[in-house]
C-alpha cells in the first residue's frame, strides 16, 4: 500500500476528495474540484506516483474522465463496488460528498487485502460495450407505430 491514499466520491459536476496518510489514517488533506479533464489533470500532476494511490466508487459514466486521467498518467487506483462499499460501513449517519470520500479512503485502507488495482480495458471492449448498451436501450424503447 502506498503512503497515502484518496478517496474520491464522484458527481456529475465536482470531485470532492480526500487524502489519508495510510498508517495512521489522519486526514492530510480534502478539497473539490470541477470534473473536468483540465482540472483533473492539473490537480494529478501535483502528486507523486510512487506516494499516492487512488481509490472511487465505480459510477459509470461521471468517473470516466478521471479514470481514464489515472490510466494515462499511470497512478494506481481502486475502483470500488458502490454495494460492497455501503454494505461494509453499515448504518451511517450524516451523508455528504467530504464524508463519503473520506469513507472511501478510509475503506481501501482497511480493506487493502480484498482489492486489486484497476486496468482499463482495451479501447475496442469498451467500444463495443458503449455498442451492446445503445443496442439494448433501442430494442427496450416502446415504439409506437401508426398506421395511417
Not at 496518510?21 to 483533473?40: E, M, P, Q, T, Y
Not at 506516483?49 to 498518467?73: I, M, N, P, R
Not at 480495458?121 to 467500444?127: R, T, V
Amino acid at each position: 500500500m502506498k503512503k497515502l491514499v484518496a478517496g474520491i466520491d464522484i458527481s456529475k459536476d465536482t470531485l470532492d476528495y480526500c487524502i489519508l496518510i495510510a498508517c495512521d489514517v489522519k486526514v492530510k488533506g480534502k478539497g473539490v474540484l470541477s470534473n473536468d479533464r483540465k482540472s483533473i489533470m492539473k490537480w494529478l500532476n501535483s502528486f507523486d506516483k510512487d506516494q499516492v494511490s487512488f481509490a472511487l466508487e465505480h459510477t459509470g459514466h461521471y468517473g470516466s474522465v478521471l479514470v481514464h486521467c489515472l490510466s494515462e498518467l499511470g497512478f494506481t487506483f481502486y475502483l470500488i463496488n458502490p454495494l460492497e462499499l455501503k454494505k461494509s460501513l453499515g448504518i451511517q449517519r450524516g451523508k455528504s460528498d467530504t464524508k463519503d470520500a473520506y469513507r472511501i479512503a478510509e475503506y481501501t485502507i482497511t480493506n487493502k487485502h480484498k482489492l486489486s488495482p484497476f486496468d482499463l480495458p482495451d479501447k475496442n471492449l469498451n467500444k463495443l460495450k458503449a455498442l451492446m448498451t445503445a443496442r439494448e436501450r433501442y430494442v427496450r424503447y416502446p415504439y409506437s407505430f401508426k398506421t395511417a
